[in-house]
């Protein structure tokens, strides 16, 4: 859990040349055809020039996996230590009215994990309030990822209350865009209150599916934007920068339900509800997406 919800106390990339092209007919395909781009961007052209493009350029690979630790401070460099300190205090006391509202929501939505010795990664692990609903099952490993260190001390006494041996707990400094995990390594990834402080939506789930095994589960609660057209969007885009500076760069405007509908899961269960206990955040979606 990266985000603070304390806040809402007020009232109201180049082209790929064929080896064995000529510079002529080679620049004319590459006008015709467009350039070979993988990740976010994509082909531009005609369908039947795309057709065409197998035959000139091999298919584009992946691009390498950034290192978790590059992309750490590329998107979120430390912090002066006061502040991650403090931040961290925050979380720990500051959300029990949040908590206890939503323990009911948390409750049902962990009860469809099944963790007994799976291996488990949750992102904006926070002060560790979500491995009471899960970390006790028998052989459960937990790699807690947080970009704040001192969230650590929070996570550790969180996870040996609940149960989990000291061991069977890792804990990593990382961000959602690189996550420190292997490929199809995790049998979960548990995410609540963290895809608003990411800064790249998409990536981060990308990522979360590259870490999951094949018909991994991906349990999540975020809180968004309210509906288009609300008085409450309007209080929301108001409050945005000031949240995004007290509240470690969460944003409340972001659309995240879209995001992952569009993230290209196999199946996904989406659910919506409001709080009372957090106005300004108060519109939350939550659910289960299976890679």
Known sequence: MRCLVALPAVAV??????????????????????????????????????????????????APAIDPDVMLERVHPARPGWYEKLYATAMDKGMQSYEAEIAQYKSNLFSQLSVAGKNILELGVGTGPNLKYYASADGVNVIGVDPNIYMEEYSRAAATSAGLPSSNFTFRRGVGEALPAEDGSMDAVIGTLVLCSVKDTDMALREIKRVLKPGGLYLFIEHVAAADGSFLLLVQGALDPLQQFVADGCHLTRKTAENIKEAGFSSLSLNAVRLSSAYIVSPHVYGVAYK
């Open 13 to 62: 990339p180049g082209r790929r040349s064929h080896p064995n092209l000529k510079p002529r007919r080679r620049s004319t395909l590459v006008a015709i055809l467009g350039s070979c781009r993988c990740g976010r961007r994509h082909l531009l052209g005609a369908s039947s020039a795309a057709g065409l493009l197998h035959l000139v350029n091999p298919p584009c690979l992946a």
